[in-house]
């Protein structure tokens, strides 16, 4: 596609549901990360991607988050369990390969209730 | 631990003027710094970036400033103009690791007519 895809736009789960958001990544960009962003705050990295491989999982908050891109192309962040603080906007972002530029996508706003 | 301190929170500037946003960073091992434009609805959008190997870098209207020695770098957007209200972000990695981008707190700019 044109530019980086994720969806929902919008999710809205009560807690203690799983959800799991998509991303589709710019077609042929080997990198993807995803960043969780705060409102007023810049995205907060939670994890990285080479091809199928998870290259960093530094930022993921606790193990109710995961992510998997398991043929190179699109990734799935699922949290379990879902708890109100998860409530955000998380964004996925590719890059053609690791150094350059990462151009990310409009976001999933994910609200807890 | 926040390892980019971006200031101000918020700017307000005429048309025509010029706007000046800073950050700081703390770990030496980032070398690559870019500054990302974001409109409401939308994810970040690369506006301009630097490596610490020049001081400055220009790009039509936007300028970065680089002071290694002080650990830190500037935004100034000449001749504001009203379609350059957006919050801005600061951001810094380690090109020798993932890139994953560690992002300052933001800056709302708004231009007036």
């Known amino acids: 596609g044109a530019g980086v895809s994720q969806s929902p736009r919008y999710k809205v789960t009560k807690r203690g549901q799983d959800v799991a958001l998509r991303c589709d990544p710019i077609?042929?960009?080997?990198?993807l990360y995803w960043y969780r962003q705060a409102l007023g705050q810049g995205p907060e990295f939670l994890t990285y991607?080479?091809?199928?491989?998870?290259?960093?999982k530094s930022g993921l908050p606790n193990d109710r988050f995961s992510a998997e891109r398991p043929e190179g192309s699109i990734s799935t962040l699922t949290i379990q369990r879902t708890e109100q603080r998860d409530s955000a906007m998380y964004r996925c972002?590719?890059?053609?390969?690791?150094?350059?530029?990462?151009?990310f996508g409009q976001g999933t706003r994910l609200t807890v209730v | 631990q926040q390892q980019v301190k971006q200031s101000p929170q918020s700017l307000i500037v005429q048309k025509g003027g010029i706007s000046i946003i800073n950050c700081a960073y703390e770990?030496?091992?980032?070398?690559?710094f870019p500054w990302y434009q974001q409109f409401p609805g939308k994810g970040p959008a690369l506006l301009i970036a630097?490596?610490?190997?020049?001081s400055e870098k220009k790009e039509g209207r936007f300028t970065i400033s680089f002071n290694k020695s002080a650990k830190q770098f500037s935004l100034h957007i000449m001749d504001s103009q009203p379609g350059d209200s957006a919050t801005y972000f600061c951001?810094?990695?380690?090109?020798?690791?993932?890139?994953?981008?560690?992002f300052g707190s933001g800056t709302r700019l708004l231009v007036r007519p």
């Open positions: 972002a590719s890059s053609f390969r690791v150094n350059t530029e990462a151009f």
């Open positions: 077609s042929g960009h080997v990198s």
């Open positions: 991607f080479n091809y199928e491989a998870q290259q960093d």
């Open positions: 770990n030496t091992a980032f070398d690559y």
């Open positions: 630097i490596r610490p190997d020049v």
């Open positions: 951001a810094a990695s380690r090109t020798d690791s993932s890139y994953k981008l560690i």
